[in-house]
């Protein structure tokens, strides 16, 4: 090539260069897709179970692994309904109105924002697949999601199991449209009563007298036991509680399995590199701790200390978290996470610092309780004491690092904190008062029945 093609070549292309370079600095740069998010709910779950030395949750002790674990995450409620308005909506109890009690059920209150509206708004598919009757739209927690995939029962043993969920959130994942994100809310309900669960499960960790599967299978928490039970006619032995315990266990176990069938699927259809992902419950179990069985009666911490996990890109992994945080962070956390504008209505505050790997510190945790009577019981929550105020009777004042069973009651050898824990629970209480409970909820004969074949009712 001639010195003269060479030096018109080269001044073309720097020609070239710089007439393309106001384009480039004035293309803007492509924004990252959002991500996908993925809330799992393990209904009746309690923490303890959780990365326990029986080795019930391996999937989910190596999703801890990859995320962060909390392990001081409290529920605002000891049942269903209040405890899952209050993660959707990141408010109390008394502050989304759902709740009520045993025939007397209270809807989520009308113009609360939910989690489904909020991420609709910032372009997600949000789907729900969920199997409890509170869950349904007309309890308004979930009125607001795109698709809601709802599987209510005639009664608490022919359930949707854990194996045909993780199915159905499969199917949604495989057909969801590719150029929106989506919000999965999937909510599982084997590990509440009753307790049966599937081979090997049943075999691995049942007791000795149960471990046979069959038409003959042992189960617990069938609806005669919850009635028997209400009835006073329910000998809770501790043989019984031990067998009731155990099959529970198990079911822990299955549903585990179940979650991680989902979470390696994900990974091999590429979404976990770009899916935020929480697993947690809404509220526990008591296996006679306090006197009780089952939950919905007290704010005891078996009934309101919840599993909590996240993972996802941007956060730090291995972190185990021993500071309290509550239900109501979740929502304003996901928000953040995902850079989606959240609510100034928000009680909680997200944990977003906490993920990327900053110190944590404690919330100040408020429970109600007790879908049984017309009082409900208190609980507030500051750093390591808990007071407990019951619907009748004397306050408890528990040193949480020092009796996490709440087995001795400091109230009267520590009056100055009890009457300042008790201040400050009487002043968060008078700021909700004015607010009003969600509309009553008009059940069908149907619907009455099924709750009834549930457990669901008073002693009929």
Known sequence: MSEMNKSYRGRWSTFLAAMALPFLVACPAAKEPKPNVLWIVVDTMRADRLGDELNLTPYLDRLGEKGVVFEKAYS???????????????????????????????????????A???????????????????????????????????????????????????????????????????????HYFDVHAV?????????????????????????????????????GKLDLTPEWIHRASKLYDGEVAYTDAEIGRLLDRMASMGLDDNTLIVFT???????????????????????IHIPLVMAGPGVKPGQRISQVVRQVDILPTLCEWADVAGERSFTGLSLMDVLRGERARNRKVLSHGNMWGDQPSSAWRDGDWKLIVPATGSPGLFHMSEDSGETRNLASQEP???????????????????LQPGSDVKLSAEERIVLVSMGYSGNE
């Open 416 to 434: 100055e904190r009890l009457k300042s824990l008790q201040a400050s629970l009487e002043a968060m209480e008078s700021a909700m008062a004015s």
């Open 76 to 114: 605002h409620a000891p049942w269903t309904l209040p405890a899952m308005a209050s993660m959707l909506t990141s408010l109390h109890p008394k502050e989304h109105g759902a709740g009520g009690r045993l025939g007397k059920f209270k809807t989520l209150r009308e113009g609360v924002v939910t």
């Open 195 to 231: 307790y049966d669960p599937p081979q090997p499960f049943r075999r691995r960790h049942a007791a000795s007298f149960d471990k046979q599967g069959g038409e003959q299978r042992t189960m617990f928490g069938t609806r005669e036991h919850m009635m028997a039970l209400r009835a």
């Open 116 to 186: 489904p509206a909020i991420f609709s708004r910032a372009g997600y598919q949000t789907h729900a697949i969920v199997n409890v009757e509170f869950l349904k739209k007309k309890y308004g927690v979930t009125r607001d999601f795109d698709g809601l995939d709802t599987v209510t029962y005639e009664n608490n043993v022919e359930v949707r199991i854990a194996e045909e969920t993780t199915d159905a959130a499969l199917k949604f994942m495989e057909n969801a449209a590719t150029e929106k994100p989506f919000f999965m809310f999937l």
């Open 281 to 303: 419950s809404d509220h526990g179990e008591e296996f006679f701790e306090h006197g009780d069985f089952e939950h919905g009666h007290t704010v005891f911490d078996e009934l």
